[in-house]
């Protein structure tokens, strides 16, 4: 069947437009090839959407805004209704002022204030000079000392994290904006997202069902590094429809998802995971995989990024793993990157990357199904408790 017909078909009849929707009762997840960034869309039944994170800057013929927009499009929306930046690195905020001259966007959800202070360790090395953090009133925030900082003598680069950050808030001004702590909520046409961490804080006691001691936490080592300190500040979301459940953490490290799961799990299990860090070394713990035990875990990583071959095989570990889907082959080899026909792009020259996405179709019985943008290739599992 030609390639494009195929995508037709998968665009028509597994994500219905809202006008026909109604006839259908899934909810769709988008995993976008953001290359090796962040960027995940919901769409409701009725068409209310919410996007988790805008992957990276404009650049190239097809920047990373035009595949989101490419895909809200598919689903039939013209409009993102909730925003949620987990963190303010560029992989995940840096496609936002591209994305919002594409399509509309409702509210904006995010931690609060950018956290990443000079002399640690980012996403592009050592950040610095002396930049200030700013708040959300765009104003300099105090320092650990209680004072606000002498100003830098430089305005700090674009896509560093604390420019970044203060052209966020250039761009969300006037606009509506909520900040989120754990135990939040936020309910959207039967879609129901539970904050559980952001700030670097968690939900304080286990939910209802989870509480279980964790084995893994006695023999858990500590992190050298985080990546930056902004990763381990993410908005992490525990996402429920129906009898599935699904945790996208975005970038939440390995020394915060300890304190998620150490002693005990405070979250409980779940069916989809969205892979924490793109699925690199710093995030994807035992403690952490082992508590969620995840059906289907999703991994947005890109064909140099992320998919170490560690955090796959905790992946593969979990007592209830049944499939891990990629938006990438990462090394060229089937024992690391898997059934090729779980790959969205399975080339690993960047110049015949195609921008294929993975497409779930989640519906309230519990049934998942996950499509192969690239190839039509699909699997349904089911939720399990």
Known sequence: MNRKILIALLAGAAMAAPAMARADDALQMVSIDVEGGGGTLFVTPHGKSVLIDTGNPERGDHPNSENIAKAAKQLGITKIDYLIITHYHVDHLGGLEGLLKRIPIGTFIDHGENREVPGTQGPGGMIGPDWRTVGADGKPSPGRNGQIPPAPTEIPPPNSTAGLYAHYIKMIAGRPHRVVKPGDHLSVDGMNILFVAADAKMIPKPL????E?????ATMPGMVSNGGEENTRSVASLISYGKVKIAAFG???W?????????VNKVGKVDVLLASHHGTQWSGSPAMLNSLQPIVTIMGNSS???DDPERAKTIQANPRF??????????GKAEIDGDPNMIANADLDPAKDERYNLRLRIRPNGEIT???????????????R
Not at 370 to 384: D, L, Q
């Open 322 to 331: 049944q499939a891990l889907w990629r938006l990438h082959a990462g090394r």
């Open 304 to 306: 140099g990024k992320g």
């Open 208 to 211: 209802p069902g989870a509480g």
């Open 213 to 217: 001691k964790v084995a893994d936490c």
């Open 251 to 253: 970038d939440l490290t």
């Open 255 to 263: 020394d915060r998802e300890k304190d998620l799961f150490c002693p």
């Open 370 to 384: 996950v499509i192969n943008e690239r190839n039509g290739y699909n699997k349904t599992y089911h939720a399990a």
